[in-house]
C-alpha cells in the first residue's frame, strides 16, 4: 500500500496485477479503489487509484466491478488518529466524514461476484455513516468504554510527516466524499453499519 511503499509502486502493482490477469484469461475482474477516485481529487493516493481504474476499463475484461470504499472506521484506532483518550486530526470539528467498516467492504465485495451479470462495468462509491470527529470521539468513547475527546490539530503538523495526508485531510474539510449511503442500502439490502455499532464491537 502507498503508506507502506509509496504511491507509485502501489499504482504499478495494481497496473499489472490487471494486466496479468486479463493475460491469463479472467473473466470478472474486481479491483477496490477509494472513494471519489474519479473526481479529480488532487491527492496522490487517490490519484494513482483512478489511473489503475483507468487500466481495468481499458483491459476490456468480459466483466468487471469497481468498489470505491471511503474513509475506514478501522483507521480511527491508528496511531495517526487515537493517540490515548485523544482522537486527534487536522479536521474542522464541523467537518462530516464518510465512513466505512471493513466487515461492509467484505459484504459489498462478495456481491461484486454472486451479483457479477448485473453490476457488471458498476463504479460503486461505499459508505455507511458520516459524522464529525466530536462525533466520532463520543462513539467511540461509548464503544471503548472511556471518554475519547476530540483535539484538532494543526494542518502543518501533518504536512510535516506526509504532503499525501494533508491534502487528503484538507480534501476532506474542502470536498468530502459522495456516497449515497441510503442509496445503497435500499440497492443491495446490506444494512450499513454505524460508527457507534463499530465502536461497540471493538472493547477488548
Known amino acids: 500500500n502507498t503508506w507502506e511503499h509509496g504511491v507509485e509502486k502501489e499504482e504499478d502493482q495494481g497496473k499489472r496485477i490487471a494486466t496479468v490477469a486479463h493475460e491469463a484469461g479472467v473473466r470478472h475482474f474486481v479491483y477496490s ?28 475484461f468480459p466483466s468487471h466491478v ?7 472506521m478501522e483507521n480511527l484506532l491508528s496511531p495517526w488518529f487515537l493517540n490515548g ?17 471493513v466487515e461492509d467492504i467484505g459484504q459489498y465485495g462478495a456481491r461484486a461476484f454472486t451479483d457479477a451479470a448485473r453490476l457488471n462495468r458498476r463504479e460503486i462509491d461505499i459508505a455507511g455513516d458520516a459524522l464529525t470527529m466530536p462525533q466520532a470521539a463520543a462513539a467511540l468513547s461509548e464503544g471503548l468504554g472511556r471518554t475519547i475527546q476530540f483535539v484538532q490539530v494543526p494542518i502543518a503538523d501533518v504536512r510535516k510527516n506526509s504532503e ?13 466524499y459522495d456516497a ?12 450499513p453499519t454505524t460508527l457507534r455499532a463499530w465502536a461497540a464491537k471493538q472493547r477488548t
Do not use: C, Y
Not at 89 to 100: F, I, W
Not at 180 to 191: D, M, Q, W
Open 33 to 60: 479503489s477509494v472513494g471519489s477516485a474519479h473526481r479529480e481529487t488532487g491527492i496522490p493516493h487517490f490519484e494513482n487509484k483512478s489511473r489503475v481504474e483507468a487500466v481495468v476499463r481499458g483491459l476490456a
Open 66 to 72: 469497481i468498489l470505491r470504499p471511503v474513509f475506514f
Open 85 to 101: 483518550d485523544h482522537l486527534r486530526a487536522a479536521l474542522n470539528p464541523a467537518t462530516v466524514l464518510q465512513m466505512v467498516a
Open 164 to 176: 499525501d495526508f494533508a491534502l487528503m485531510l484538507e480534501w476532506f474539510d474542502r470536498v468530502g
Open 180 to 191: 449515497n449511503i441510503a442509496g445503497l442500502e435500499r440497492e443491495f439490502g446490506i444494512k
